[in-house]
């Protein structure tokens, strides 16, 4: 975790120091896949910052701190909608091309790239998993103990965004990503339960993964050096 966060420290850093022309503090919404809707932890969202290759391409950074509601678990033996992980903490850095169409007080940018994120903190939703535990065995009760392994994660995205110029060095912006990206998450552990009669399974999933895909929309404030 400490190196992750050092990572996306000296990224972002690294922006900062260059000649950003313009920086971003967004607040982001995340809707993802099988998951309960998520939002960022203000103020700890700073997005857009990097630098303009020429007047049409830029390369662009930032990090945003998300407190998750629930992500689901995939590469499991069964198969849910339900999220089977959260809440927790997530650090999500993008790095990404921009390419920006200007108009006279417009500006229309389509972006794609990667990112990496971290979840922290991190518990299992019981309730959701035991509940399809319990399907799955074909049960009329169920209960699970299990055990994780955390990772950091990877994707890549792409999306659009729309800035309104109120002034030359202000704008708003609008912006909607999709994300599409996963962390390994081995589970292990035990689950008791049954019918008539009650019985433990033993389980190793070692190819789990969190699933961090769906959609995220943003509502930002510019602020430009041009």
């Given at each position: 975790?400490?190196?992750?966060?050092l990572?996306?420290?000296?990224?972002?850093?690294?922006?900062?120091?260059?000649?950003?022309?313009?920086?971003?503090?967004?607040?982001?919404?995340?809707?993802?896949?099988n998951?309960?809707?998520?939002?960022?932890?203000?103020?700890?969202?700073?997005?857009?910052?990097?630098?303009?290759?020429?007047?049409?391409?830029?390369?662009?950074?930032?990090?945003s701190?998300?407190?998750?509601?629930?992500?689901?678990?995939?590469?499991?033996?069964?198969?849910?909608?339900?999220?089977?992980?959260?809440?927790n903490?997530?650090?999500?850095?993008?790095?990404?091309?921009?390419?920006?169409?200007?108009?006279?007080?417009?500006?229309?940018?389509?972006?794609?790239?990667?990112?990496?994120?971290?979840?922290?903190?991190?518990?299992?939703?019981?309730?959701?998993?035991?509940?399809?535990?319990?399907?799955?065995?074909?049960?009329?009760?169920?209960?699970?103990?299990?055990?994780?392994?955390?990772?950091?994660?990877?994707?890549?995205?792409?999306?659009?965004?729309?800035?309104?110029?109120?002034?030359?060095?202000?704008g708003?912006?609008?912006?909607?990503?999709?994300?599409?990206?996963?962390?390994?998450?081995?589970?292990?552990?035990?689950?008791?339960?049954?019918?008539?009669?009650?019985?433990?399974?033993?389980?190793?999933?070692?190819?789990?993964?969190?699933?961090?895909?769906?959609?995220?929309?943003?509502?930002?404030?510019?602020?430009?050096?041009?």
């Amino acid at each position: 975790m400490k190196k992750f966060i050092l990572i996306a420290l000296s990224v972002v850093g690294m922006a900062l120091t260059t000649t950003a022309q313009e920086v971003g503090l967004s607040f982001s919404y995340f809707i993802p896949r099988n998951g309960y809707f998520s939002t960022p932890i203000s103020p700890f969202s700073i997005r857009g910052l990097g630098v303009n290759l020429n007047k049409y391409i830029a390369l662009e950074t930032g990090a945003s701190l998300y407190r998750m509601s629930g992500l689901n678990i995939m590469d499991l033996p069964f198969e849910t909608k339900d999220a089977l992980l959260g809440p927790n903490f997530t650090l999500f850095v993008p790095a990404e091309l921009v390419i920006q169409l200007h108009g006279k007080n417009v500006e229309f940018d389509i972006k794609g790239g990667g990112f990496a994120f971290y979840g922290f903190d991190n518990k299992m939703n019981y309730g959701n998993l035991d509940r399809t535990i319990r399907q799955y065995e074909n049960w009329s009760v169920a209960n699970s103990n299990v055990k994780f392994e955390n990772n950091p994660g990877f994707g890549y995205h792409f999306g659009a965004e729309f800035t309104f110029y109120v002034t030359r060095q202000f704008g708003i912006s609008l912006e909607t990503n999709y994300l599409m990206g996963h962390a390994k998450f081995p589970l292990s552990g035990s689950y008791i339960g049954g019918n008539t009669s009650i019985e433990t399974v033993e389980f190793e999933y070692p190819d789990a993964k969190v699933d961090f895909t769906g959609f995220e929309f943003s509502i930002g404030l510019i602020f430009s050096s041009k």
